[in-house]
């Protein structure tokens, strides 16, 4: 069975750029989420999907980041424009549903400079 | 909200024995887990605990005092490759079941 796949692997661009990251879950799984991860620190997370609809994006900056999961499967991540703090790994991870005691599985994540 | 605590680094031999140690706050508990992370790779799914006790699997085993807010990852035998990042997660209905992590824990395993 395939795990998460996420493209692109890595990415760099310049300031005020735009920039986009597409995960593939595991099929199946109704739970989508996406997270930042700066070096040295735990994954933060930027939205919750349950099939298409955003149950938390309470963390997610608004202004400039947006995200979609047409369909209740596939999801892209926007940044528009990228500022330099915006440098991390943007990590996509999916569970079966919310039940307790289900682990989520990460994609291998999309490293984003920006320069 | 929800706050998680771990040591930052953690240095031990190969053969020996490790505890990483995390402490949590948060409002509906609804499950503790520990992942490990390569560098540069994803966070890989380790061990989940619910209940009070012990849970072991193979040479590592994760501790949870729901009462205390504590649990702990213990790493037997410890072998080179095991030198990785060690990350906590707490899972709480009050906010909205989201899994949130911990800064990790970076183990460094020498011969």
């Known amino acids: 069975e395939a795990g998460v796949v996420q493209s692109p692997r890595y990415k760099i661009i310049e300031k005020k750029q735009p920039v986009a990251f597409w995960c593939n879950p595991i099929?199946?799984?109704?739970?989508l989420y996406w997270y930042l991860q700066n070096l040295g620190q735990g994954p933060e997370l930027l939205i919750r999907y349950e099939n298409e609809e955003a149950v938390d994006d309470s963390q997610l900056p608004k202004d400039r980041f947006s995200a979609e999961r047409l369909k209740g499967v596939d999801s892209t991540l926007k940044i528009q424009p990228a500022e330099l703090g915006d440098s991390a790994v943007y990590l996509c991870?999916?569970?079966?549903?919310?039940?307790?005691?289900?682990?989520?599985?990460f994609g291998q994540g999309t490293r984003l400079t920006v320069v | 909200g929800q706050n998680i605590d771990q040591p930052t680094e953690m240095t031990a031999t190969e053969g020996a024995i490790v505890q990483i140690n995390c402490t949590y706050q948060?409002?509906?508990?609804?499950?503790l887990f520990w992942y490990q992370q390569h560098a540069g790779e994803a966070p890989t799914f380790l061990s989940y605990?619910?209940?009070?006790g012990l849970e072991e699997k193979g040479r590592f085993s994760s501790f949870l005092s729901r009462s205390k807010g504590y649990s702990y990852l213990l790493l037997k035998e410890l072998q080179m490759k095991d030198s990785a990042s060690y990350l906590c997660a707490v899972r709480g209905v009050a906010a909205g079941n989201k899994l949130t992590f911990g800064g990790g824990t970076r183990v460094l395993v020498k011969p």
């Open positions: 991870a999916s569970s079966p549903s919310l039940g307790p005691n289900t682990e989520a599985f």
């Open positions: 099929s199946g799984h109704n739970t």
């Open positions: 948060t409002s509906g508990f609804n499950g």
């Open positions: 605990n619910v209940l009070d």
